[in-house]
């Protein structure tokens, strides 16, 4: 006949003594629930852990882009003047990293003598006309050196319409300034050679009028300036003159030609032929 064990008979185990079918029951269930406890746990670690890792991944990315943007950012509160600063505002100001908790005289003790009382009345007129403020303004390094800043700000306002906090973002824009001026430096020198020339010198579009000229050739042909904007080249140009010069033009379009010294005559404002070089 075969023996039908119920849970409460004893049952040998390998130490030699004995334990019911309930007790191992009881054992069972419980190593199974801290297993599945710690399994839920891991669970809920390997999640924390792929929702942080994006977010690090994120603020990495953010900040690279922010340093090789020369961009940096800021966080003011408006009432203490207490100011977190991103690393690269810290770079782009001249202070060393590892401080980003600032206050207002920290941006104040850098920015341009000339530029200091124009921007506080910028900012200012933006606060209160619930503006953003967009301006560009020079900051001076500890080391003397002059670099540029272009900053964008925003305001943000309690319940009441008072100013609590101001967010925003700068940008290092010292090499285009420099551009900017070395060209600006360039057109005067230019303008200085143009205007005191011993020799006359215009500028004549494609359709022979005379766009600028300088004051020798006004003299040389007898016309103010204005008469001769007035006048295209054709016009005070000797008649036997005047097919040579075209056809010279249209080949030095072309490209068939380079510039080459040349000779033509032409009409002063008395009438009287002039030949020119």
């Known amino acids: 006949m075969t023996k039908i064990c119920q849970s409460s008979e004893p049952d040998p185990i390998a130490e030699g003594g004995s334990k019911s079918y309930g007790q191992q029951a009881k054992t069972i269930a419980q ?17 924390d852990e792929k929702a942080i890792t994006p977010a690090i991944t994120d603020a990495e990315r953010l900040t690279l882009a922010l340093e090789a943007a020369k961009m940096g950012w800021w966080d003011l509160d408006w009432t203490t003047r207490q100011t977190i600063w991103s690393p690269s505002h810290e770079i782009l100001f001249g202070y060393e990293q590892g401080q980003p908790e600032r206050d207002y005289f920290d941006w104040e003790r850098r920015i341009h003598p000339d530029d200091l009382e124009w921007i506080h009345q910028a900012t200012h007129y933006a606060r209160d006309h619930h503006q953003d403020l967009a301006i560009q303004y020079r ?17 943000y306002y309690d319940s009441q319409g008072e100013p609590i906090r101001m967010v925003g973002v700068i940008r290092d824009i010292t090499d285009q300034k420099q551009s900017e001026q070395a060209l600006q430096d360039s057109e005067e020198r230019f303008r200085a050679t143009f205007e005191q020339a011993a020799v006359g010198i215009a500028h004549v579009d494609l359709e022979g009028r005379w766009l ?22 054709q016009n005070i140009t000797h008649p036997d003159d005047l097919a040579a010069d075209l056809a010279y033009v249209q080949q030095l379009l072309a490209g068939e030609i380079q510039p080459i010294p040349w000779k033509n005559g032409i009409f002063t404002k008395k009438g009287v032929p002039f030949g020119l070089s």
Not at 139 to 155: C, K, N, T, V, Y
Not at 212 to 233: H, K, P
Request: net charge negative; glycine share 6%.
């Open 31 to 47: 190593k199974s629930a801290n297993l599945e406890v710690a399994l839920h746990e891991q669970q809920a670690k390997t999640e």
């Open 139 to 155: 900051i001076i390094w500890l080391d003397g050196s002059l670099h540029w800043i272009d900053a964008l700000g925003r305001f």
């Open 212 to 233: 600028r000229v300088n004051q020798t050739l006004c003299n040389i042909v007898g016309y103010s300036e204005a008469e001769l904007l007035e006048q295209t080249f």
